[in-house]
């Protein structure tokens, strides 16, 4: 008779130690069968010829062992030992699960339902939140906020088949909850996702806020590059923020794009910014376009009139240069007037700071008016 093979007589050991086994005995019996059976599959992996009578018992003992499964996975030691073993996810025989019992445990299907609901939503809220952050790049605020939640949504969706839900199983295994609860605490996860989405979604304009007043900071520190990326991310989430327009339009302007600048004074004066109309107003009587800037700047004061804006600066700029576009056209007295205003706003309210912008000016309309012909503009 020929002798075993390392194999058979592995396997035989294997069903020895199924037979002492019940799920009543001393938990070392059970250890033992999960160590026979991890033998027999080192054997079976070193491709020894294994007669086909050796595998049709493995597989009979290996349904013994499963029905055996439900009952050992209550051990609570079970835990512990694949801690410290760290055995393979294909030795299918560490993973075994209770079976599921009572009225609670057959919700489960519900709970993975409503997982699998709220998933979806997520996935759609993600897939837009992705499109309008991707502007300027991911910086530590979008990063937690959109690749961390999504790394736990995947997370959670790919739980929904059997290698991903062995991986989720022993993440919450580590988190020492109870498997009675996976599908619970696998549902909530996925409802927190759903309402952080929301909540990102409900202040979507105050994300917009904080990247237009980090952009509006760096304009002011003549950081040009990090502004304009901010000032864009602020506008995908906000928008309607004229002044964001308006900022990058003086980004532009200085970097001398002034087609760039004018697009965005355009866009600015969608959201009826003061100044906007002002700075457009500024560069078409630099194209010699005085009549257009005329309009353009009285639209702007009637704007601002009609917000009973406090903003004397702009409200400087605004008669200045109207006054500025008259004086061009010889429409002295309009001019004047226009000019004198924008004096008096400068003596009241701006402590004369800005006395020589508009002093020029109207030192060329009054010679004007006194000698009848046009002196050169004072810059």
Not at 90 to 108: I, M, N, R, S, V
Not at 166 to 188: A, C, D, G, M, Q
Not at 244 to 256: F, K, M, P, S, V
Not at 354 to 373: H, K
Request: hydrophobic share 45%; glycine share 4%.
């Amino acid at each position: 008779m020929a002798a075993e093979s390392v194999t058979v007589q592995t396997i035989r050991k294997y069903a020895d130690a199924l037979q002492q086994c019940t799920t009543e005995n001393d938990v070392a019996d059970v250890l033992k069968v999960f160590l026979a059976r991890d033998r027999v599959q080192a054997c079976l992996q070193q491709h020894e010829a294994t007669p086909e009578s050796a595998l049709i018992w493995l597989i009979e003992l290996d349904q013994q062992l499963q029905s055996l499964a439900s009952e050992i996975a209550r051990h609570p030691e079970l835990l512990r030992w694949r801690r410290s073993i760290q055995p393979s996810e294909k030795q299918w025989w560490w993973y075994a699960t209770p079976k599921a019992e009572g009225f609670w445990h057959q919700l489960d299907w519900l709970w993975n339902a409503a997982s699998l609901v709220c998933l979806a939503a997520f996935a759609s809220y993600l897939t837009a939140f992705t499109a309008k952050f991707a502007v300027g790049g991911f910086d530590l605020l979008k990063s937690f906020g959109l690749i961390g939640n999504g790394t736990v949504a995947v997370l959670i969706l790919t739980s929904l088949t059997q290698s991903g839900r062995k991986i989720l199983i022993k993440l919450l295994e580590r988190l020492n909850v109870s498997p009675k609860y996976h599908s619970e605490v696998t549902f909530f996860a996925s409802a927190l996702l759903l309402v952080s989405a929301i909540a990102l979604q409900a202040n979507l304009s105050h994300l917009g806020q904080y990247y237009y007043t980090q952009g509006a900071k760096n304009f002011t520190e003549r950081r040009f590059i990090p502004a304009e990326k901010q000032l864009r991310q602020s506008l995908e989430l906000q928008p309607d923020n004229g002044n964001a327009h308006l900022i990058l339009g003086r980004i532009y302007e200085i970097q001398e794009d002034l087609e760039g600048a004018r697009a965005e004074y355009n866009l600015a004066l969608q959201n009826n910014t003061v100044l906007a109309y002002n700075n457009l107003g500024r560069l078409l009587i630099a194209d010699e376009n005085y009549r257009q800037a005329e309009a353009l700047l009285i639209k702007g004061l009637s704007v601002a009139q009609s917000a009973a804006t406090e903003e004397y600066e702009t409200l400087f700029v605004l008669h200045k240069n109207l006054g500025w576009a008259q004086l061009k056209q010889l429409r002295h007295s309009l001019a004047l007037a226009n000019l004198e205003q924008a004096a008096l706003i400068n003596q009241t309210h701006l402590n004369n700071l800005r006395g020589g912008e508009v002093d020029c000016i109207l030192s060329d309309v009054l010679e004007q008016l006194e000698w009848g012909e046009e002196s050169p503009y004072c810059s």
